[in-house]
Nanobody, 123 residues
Framework: QVQLVESGGGLVQAGGSLRLSCLAS????????MAWFRQVLGKEREFVGG????????LYADSEKGRFTISRDNAKNTIYLQMNSLKPEDTAVYYC????????????????WGQGTQVTVSS
């Protein structure tokens, strides 16, 4: 199983930017899909976007297209979520997740999760 550790969350004003990192260890990631989800207390975990490690193919939720960018650094076994033009509604705990195979929009299809990092966007 892949171990995941997120970092980079914090407090930012609306319109600002943050970059989240997710360090992966424990497995070769060649056949993995790596995704970012977010969750607000009392709501379901929501797909933000993801990247397939081998191909670099990315997929984004419609609401994040154009504002968020996901990338990977093979040498560092790390994926990134660059978030620009942040809005108060982006406030959530952001989780990194991994699954063997292609990306899925469903959180239940991922079996490795990080501990989450809080992102708070003030108005």
């Amino acid at each position: 199983q892949v171990q995941l550790v997120e970092s980079g969350g914090g407090l930012v004003q609306a319109g600002g930017s943050l970059r989240l990192s997710c360090l992966a260890s424990g497995r070769t990631l060649s056949y993995y899909g790596m995704a970012w989800f977010r969750q607000v207390l009392g709501k379901e975990r929501e797909f933000v976007g993801g990247i397939e490690w081998s191909s670099g193919h990315t997929l984004y939720a419609d609401s994040e297209k154009g504002r968020f960018t996901i990338s990977r650094d093979n040498a560092k076994n790390t994926i990134y979520l660059q978030m620009n033009s942040l809005k108060p509604e982006d406030t959530a705990v952001y989780y990194c997740a991994a699954r063997l195979g292609i990306l899925s929009l469903e959180s239940t299809n991922y079996n490795s999760w990080g501990q989450g990092t809080q992102v708070t966007v003030s108005s």
